[in-house]
Nanobody, 120 residues
Framework: QVQVVESGGGLVQAGGSLRLSCAASGNIASINVMGWYRQAPGKQREWVAA???????NYRDSVKGRFTISRNNARDTVYLQMNSLKPEDTAVYYCNADYNIGSYSTASSWGQGTQVTVSS
């Protein structure tokens, strides 16, 4: 199994920056895609960014050019660098790890979330 824990949220003014971290533990070698999601009050959880085992990255349109997802060499920590933050980025941010169970099954692990609040 794989567990993930987020950290790094906080309160920042519009235009500011924050970096979120997601530390994975357990069977790191079984991890496929890792990603970040967010959920604003009264809204559904939405995908923000993802990174593949090969290092390819993808972003939702509203954060392209402002957010950067990356990981460390050990592939057990993923980061989300958020620049030029806007009030609409305010949400609880969740880390997700999709991983293999055996040869034919996959599972998904979620963190507890970290609050990001951007003031105008």
């Amino acid at each position: 199994q794989v567990q993930v824990v987020e950290s790094g949220g906080g309160l920042v003014q519009a235009g500011g920056s924050l970096r979120l971290s997601c530390a994975a533990s357990g069977n790191i070698a079984s991890i496929n895609v890792m990603g970040w999601y967010r959920q604003a009050p009264g809204k559904q959880r939405e995908w923000v960014a993802a990174i593949t085992p090969g290092g390819n990255t993808n972003y939702r349109d509203s954060v392209k050019g402002r957010f950067t997802i990356s990981r460390n060499n050990a592939r057990d920590t993923v980061y989300l660098q958020m620049n030029s933050l806007k009030p609409e980025d305010t949400a609880v941010y969740y880390c997700n790890a999709d991983y293999n169970i055996g040869s034919y099954s996959t599972a998904s692990s979620w963190g507890q979330g970290t609050q990001v609040t951007v003031s105008s």
